[in-house]
């Protein structure tokens, strides 16, 4: 599937910003199951320093410093990219998740060690009993790696409540597992913990979702938004994509941005500034089926 992007990003302060720098997530990587085609970055005012970029993760990042004096800032960014549609894995093939957690375990071997960071705490994502208890569920022992992932999945989208006002990308995940609300960053986050929490290697995707229109009613320009899921690590197929807020596996429809430990390491758009106050951001993102 084939498709144009458009995400667009205006900051609006109530003084005057002397200097910013910052650093921008934006445009879509390239991977067996996704090609780019056209991506580019605009920035308003005019950046005086700029450089592109792969992080530690292999995201493309545009970092850039405007060293005018501003009160408006805007970023657009447009890609063309195709999405392939792809077979999911055979679940109940996949190893028994025990073997796979063994495998992670002191000392690592060399062709786990990419994984293996995978495993560990980070900064929005804790190892705690009560999200292995809760994970025990989907992994009675002996159950594939892949039919316990799927069934974590399915259980966050069953048992929390999506609520767009219920958090903010700094409420910690203490906070959505006791209130059992949020929104995608938080169902990927809480896969992920409880994933972790058994030894699984986990990481967080961030990109976008296509969305359809109500029946009779026409596509809104704009009216789309960033999304974000997990992946978990599986020896046998390589890293495996699952939606929970949708309770779905990734395929033809999901566009990848970025991939990281979780939202610290892929926030679209990051930074710091001298002056500027008060902010009001707008967001506006266009996914578009092209053919």
Known sequence: MDYRITHRTIYEYSEAVTVSHHAARLLPMTSATQQVSRSSLSVLPQPAVRKESRDYFGNAVCSFAIQEIHRRFEVVARSNVTVNVTTAPVLALSPPWEKVVASFRDPVSPADVAPYEFCMESPHVRLMPEYADYARTSFPQGAPLLTGACDIMRRIRSDFCYDRVATTVATPIEEV???????????????????????????????????????????????????????????????????????????????????????????????????????????????????
């Open 177 to 291: 597992w006791e209130r059992r609300r949020g929104v995608c960053q938080d169902f990927a986050h809480t896969a992920i913990a409880c994933l972790r929490s058994l030894g699984l290697p986990a990481r967080y995707v961030s990109g976008y979702l296509r969305t359809h229109p109500a029946p009779g009613r026409p596509r809104l320009v704009g009216a789309d938004a960033s999304h974000a899921w997990f992946s978990v690590f599986c020896p046998v197929n390589g890293w495996v994509d699952f939606d929970p807020t949708n309770a779905i596996m990734p395929s033809g429809e999901h566009i990848t941005i970025a991939i990281g430990r979780d939202f610290s390491d892929v926030s679209p758009l990051s930074g710091i500034l001298t002056g500027g106050g008060e902010h009001e951001v707008r967001v506006s993102v266009d996914v578009e089926p092209m053919g």
